[in-house]
C-alpha cells in the first residue's frame, strides 16, 4: 500500500489494481510534500489555425473583454493578453503561410523547404526540467488527424507542432481512448514478488480494478479529502464513459478506422484528458493542435456551415463575423478547462497558480495570412512571477521573446530561442 506514510508520497502517488494504475490528485493528506510538489510548474500550447484576431481596444488593466474573448471573464485575473508579436520565422516570400505558420510557433525556426526539417520545439525543451520525475514527459494532443500538403511543403508542417529536431515530429495522439489510457492505466508488468502481474479483463473499468486500494485508502483519509477523492473518482468514471465510444487505439488489419465521435466531443474530451494528466502530476508539459492548419473542418454544431480555412479567406464583415464566432466557441472550450483549474486546490491557492496556459496561433489576419500581430493570450501566473489581468501591447515584438520570457517564469530558464532579441516583462 503506497499511502501508509507521508514520507516519500506526494501528488503524484496511485491506486494499483490488477494491471492498472491511477495517478491521485491532490490531498490533504499528503500536505507536507504535496506543498513542496506544488512549486512544480506546468505549461499548455494550444494552437488556434487559420488566423484569429481577439486584441482589446484597451491596454494595461482596465480592459475590456468583448467578443471573441468574452469567455474568459471568469480567468481575467490571471489572464494575460499580448498585442503586437510577431512571427519572423513564418514570413517569406513563396507559398506556404500556413505551413510556415504552424511550425515555426514553437519551434521559432523557419522550416526547410520542402522537408521535414525543424529544430527542437520549445515545448520539448521545457520538458526536460518541468517533467523530471513525472510519468509523461509531454503530451501532444490533436484534434484532427489528417493535414493536406501545402505548396509543395510536407503535410507535417500543418500537422505537427511539437518537434523533436531534425525530421522528427513529436509522436501526436488524436485518439481520446489512447489519452486515457496513458493517463489512467499504465500497466503494471510485475508484481512485488517479481512475477508477472495479472492484466485488466478487457472491458473491465479501471476504476474496478482499483476499487479495493481506494476504499482502503478512504479509512485513513480525513472528510474533506475523503469527499475530493470521491469526486474525482466520479469523474474519471463519467470520462471513461465518454471515452468508450470514441475509435479504438489499433486496428490488427487494414486501416485505422475513422473516429466516431464528433470534431466538438473531441475537443472536449481532449480538454478533460488534459486536466486530469495535470490535475495527477502525469505530466507537466503539454501541446494541443485545435486542428490542422488550413482545416477544411466544419463548425455547423455552432451555425457556422462550410469548410473553417475557405471562411478565413473571406474577407469581407460576414467572413470576419464568422471566424470570430469559430475562435469564440474555441475560447469558450479553453475557458471552461482554465476555470476547472481555477477551482483545483494545490498547495496553498490553486492549478492556475503554478501555470502558464497559452493559446494563440501562427496566422494574425487569415484572409490575408499575415504574420504580424499574431494572436496570443496567456492564462496562469507561474508561481506569482505573471501579474495578470492586463493587456500588453509589444508592436514589433518577436513572438519567441515570449518564448524566452515564459522559460524564465517556468523555472527553466534559456537565454535566446528561435529570432528572440531580448524578452518580455510579465510581472
Given amino acids: 500500500m503506497i499511502y501508509g506514510t507521508k514520507k516519500g508520497t506526494n501528488r503524484r502517488s ?27 510548474k506546468r ?19 482596465d480592459f475590456q473583454l468583448a467578443s471573441p474573448l468574452q469567455d474568459l471573464a471568469a480567468v481575467k485575473d490571471y489572464l494575460t493578453v499580448i498585442s503586437g508579436l510577431q512571427l519572423g520565422p513564418a514570413k517569406s516570400t513563396i507559398n506556404g503561410d500556413h505551413s510556415r505558420a504552424l511550425t515555426a510557433f514553437l519551434s521559432g525556426h523557419t522550416p526547410e523547404f520542402p522537408g521535414p526539417s525543424v529544430t527542437t520545439s520549445i515545448d520539448i525543451t521545457l520538458a526536460q526540467t518541468l517533467s523530471l520525475g513525472s510519468r509523461v ?35 501526436r495522439d488524436v485518439d481520446p481512448a489512447v489519452v486515457f489510457n496513458r493517463i489512467f492505466a499504465a500497466p503494471i508488468t510485475t508484481a512485488q514478488d517479481g512475477k508477472p ?22 479509512q485513513v483519509l480525513g472528510r474533506t479529502d475523503q469527499q475530493r477523492l470521491q469526486e474525482y473518482l466520479q469523474s474519471i468514471r463519467d470520462l471513461e464513459t465518454r471515452v468508450a465510444i470514441a475509435p479504438v487505439a489499433t486496428c490488427p488489419t487494414g486501416d485505422r478506422p475513422a ?17 486530469h494528466a495535470l490535475a495527477c502530476g502525469v505530466t507537466n508539459v503539454a501541446t494541443f493542435l485545435l486542428a490542422s492548419e488550413s482545416t477544411n473542418q466544419s463548425y455547423d454544431f455552432i451555425g457556422i456551415p462550410g469548410s473553417h480555412h475557405d471562411i478565413s479567406h473571406d474577407s469581407s464583415r460576414e467572413g470576419y463575423a464568422k471566424i470570430a464566432k469559430i475562435v469564440a466557441w474555441h475560447v469558450g472550450q479553453f475557458s471552461a478547462f482554465c476555470q476547472k483549474l481555477q477551482t483545483t486546490p494545490e498547495g ?49 515584438t518577436p513572438f519567441c521573446n515570449l518564448h524566452v520570457a515564459m522559460s524564465t517564469a517556468l523555472g527553466a530558464p534559456i537565454a535566446q530561442f528561435g529570432d528572440s532579441n531580448g524578452t518580455i516583462s510579465l510581472g
Fill in 348 to 396: 496553498s491557492g490553486n492549478m492556475l497558480d503554478q501555470s502558464i496556459l497559452l493559446m494563440g496561433g501562427g496566422l494574425g489576419d487569415g484572409a490575408r495570412h499575415t504574420h504580424d500581430n499574431i494572436p496570443v493570450f496567456l492564462v496562469g501566473k507561474a508561481g506569482g512571477l505573471i501579474r495578470g489581468g492586463q493587456h500588453i501591447n509589444l508592436s514589433g
Fill in 197 to 218: 502481474a495479472k492484466q485488466l479483463d478487457p472491458g473491465k473499468s479501471i476504476l474496478d480494478a482499483v476499487l479495493s486500494e481506494a476504499n482502503g485508502l478512504q
Fill in 137 to 171: 514527459s509531454n503530451l501532444c494532443l490533436a484534434a484532427e488527424e489528417h493535414a493536406n500538403a501545402e505548396s509543395g511543403y510536407t503535410a507535417d508542417y500543418q500537422s505537427c507542432m511539437s518537434w523533436l529536431g531534425g525530421a522528427s515530429p513529436n509522436s
Fill in 43 to 61: 505549461v499548455v500550447y494550444c494552437y488556434m489555425p487559420n488566423g484569429a484576431q481577439w486584441q482589446p481596444a484597451t491596454t494595461g488593466s
Fill in 259 to 275: 473516429a466516431n465521435v464528433s470534431y466538438d466531443t473531441r475537443v472536449k474530451l481532449f480538454y478533460d484528458l488534459l486536466y
Fill in 14 to 40: 496511485f491506486l494499483r489494481g490488477v494491471g492498472a494504475c491511477i495517478s491521485l490528485p491532490w490531498l490533504e493528506y499528503f500536505t507536507q510534500v504535496a506543498m513542496a510538489d506544488a512549486a512544480r
